[in-house]
Every structure is written in structure tokens, then in C-alpha cells.
């Protein structure tokens, strides 16, 4: 990033006197006021004061982020139904689902697991994805309405109780416990939910939260934009 980094202020300065528009930032973490000039493809901007990242040009974030986000949700409905393990034991195998484990541990006992589990696993992750579908396709035609703001703060709280890849590191590590005991069979679940890790890391690094809060309609009626609002 520091490679293509520029100082948004220093540049600000030259965009202006271009007669290019810049759109206002503070720096998340000294708080410095400072307008960012159009940023060329693949450059970031860099904090004047502190040089803390302030953002990155992402070409075609919005149709890249619908391309993923439409793939994550394919591939959660396909890990929550088709089975994630087996276990063989004296010629018997069972199998079971990501819902099938949770429903086991209730009935176990361990209910706050189970709860935990099926909301990290599989309701955190089918909020992010749906959330984030529901954003980018409402965007497309600014502006686009306020309701559009709570779904991307809703996103961004989903997005930090989504852990997949802890869930998938837990099975892990119970299956080398297991392998002594029985034969442990990996189901296509397991490979699903492999794939959505990266994908949701993936998808979330090619959505740009700015280009979309730019085309929501602001909250006092105006339409999406520092122009149009002033009027
Ligand atoms: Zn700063």
C-alpha cells in the first residue's frame, strides 16, 4: 500500500487546483479534516499528518462485490445441506450437516454452544451475505434510499460474529481427537465451508463501503451527494 500510497491532502491540493472535485475524509486515527482527490486505479491514500491508510481505489467494487457475494451465497446454502462429516465405526456410518451438529448439541445439553455455533456458522455469515446483496443491488440506481445506511452498519456489526474458519478450525482438531476412535469420513460441507472463507474475504475486500454510502439518499430528504444536499 505505501508503494502507490498518496498524501490525500498534499494531492488535494494539486486536484483542486485542477478544478477536480475531492471529497471530504477524516482520518480514522487522528481525526485530521482533508479532501481526497480522484484516486487513480490501484493507488491508495495516505493520512498528510500521520500517514495512517485513508483508502484504496477499488476498480468495479460494486459489480465484483455482487459477483462474489452471489457466489458466497451459493456455496452457505450448499455447506448447510449437503453432510460435513461421517463417522464409520464397526461397518456403521452416520452422517451429519452443520445444523445436524447443532441440533446434536442441544440435545446433549450444551445448548449455549449450540447456540453459538449457529449463529457464528451459519446466521452471522447468511446476514453478511444478504446484507451485502441487498446493499450493492440497491446502489446500482442512486440514490439509493436511507434504509440502505442501516443495512451497512448492520453489515459491518454481522461481519465481526461471522467465524466460519474458527467453527472449521474446532472440527479440526475434534477429528484428530476422533481419528483414533473411528473413521472419520470429511463430507463436501467441509470443503464448501473452506472455499466460503476466502470467499467472504474475498468479497469483503472488493466492496467499497465508500462508493456506497455516496449514492445513499441523505437522512433530511436531499438526494445522495455533497451538491445535491447543499441546495
Ligand atoms: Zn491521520
Known amino acids: 500500500m505505501a508503494g502507490a500510497g498518496v498524501p490525500a491532502a498534499a494531492t488535494a491540493t494539486a486536484a ?3 478544478g477536480a472535485e475531492g471529497t471530504l475524509l ?4 487522528c481525526d485530521l479534516l482533508q479532501r481526497l482527490p480522484p484516486l487513480p486505479l490501484h493507488h491508495a491514500a495516505c493520512c498528510a499528518r500521520c500517514r495512517a491508510p485513508l483508502c484504496r481505489h ?3 467494487s460494486l459489480e465484483r462485490t455482487l459477483a462474489l457475494a452471489l457466489a458466497a451465497a451459493i456455496l452457505l446454502l450448499i455447506a448447510n445441506v449437503v453432510p460435513m462429516l461421517g463417522l464409520s465405526v464397526a461397518g456403521r456410518e452416520a452422517f451429519t450437516t452443520v445444523l ?3 441440533v446434536a448439541m442441544w440435545r446433549e445439553g450444551s445448548q449455549v454452544v449450540a447456540m453459538l455455533v449457529l ?11 444478504g446484507c ?3 446493499v450493492v443491488l440497491a446502489v446500482r440506481q442512486p440514490p439509493a434510499p436511507h434504509w440502505v445506511a442501516t443495512l451497512l452498519h448492520g453489515y459491518e456489526f454481522v461481519r465481526e460474529w461471522s467465524m ?3 467453527m472449521l478450525l474446532g472440527v479440526l482438531v475434534a477429528l484428530i481427537k476422533i481419528a483414533e476412535l473411528a473413521t472419520v469420513i470429511p463430507g463436501l460441507a467441509l470443503f464448501v465451508l473452506g472455499s466460503l472463507v476466502f470467499l467472504l474475504a474475498a468479497m469483503a475486500a472488493a ?6 454510502w455516496q449514492r445513499i439518499e441523505w437522512a433530511a430528504g436531499g438526494a445522495a451527494g455533497g451538491a445535491e444536499a447543499m441546495r
Do not use: N, Q, Y
Request: glycine residues 6%; charged residues 20%; negative net charge.
Open 164 to 166: 466460519i474458519e474458527i
Open 58 to 60: 477499488k476498480p468495479d
Open 119 to 129: 449463529f457464528a456458522a451459519v446466521i452471522a455469515p447468511a446476514l453478511e451475505i
Open 207 to 212: 466492496f467499497d463501503p465508500r462508493v456506497a
Open 26 to 29: 477524516a482520518c480514522p486515527d
Open 100 to 102: 445436524g451438529g447443532v
Open 16 to 18: 483542486t487546483a485542477d
Open 132 to 134: 451485502l446483496l441487498l
